[in-house]
């Protein structure tokens, strides 16, 4: 079963806009999913930012 998405508006510049919509032309992928994979890469770049369980071997 699909995870509910949450909608939230974002700012991007017009070049990034225009690179997202050609490469939405050439693959058919959503715009949408390529800006949540791009959050998902920086969440896991700055995952020890972020509160969570502790390993028991650091």
Known sequence: MAEKK???TV???KAQAERLKQLHARTKVPIAEYIREGIDLVLKAHADK???QLTLVE
Do not use: A, F, H, K
């Open 11 to 13: 700012y991007i510049t």
């Open 50 to 52: 972020l509160p969570g």
């Open 6 to 8: 949450v909608s939230t």
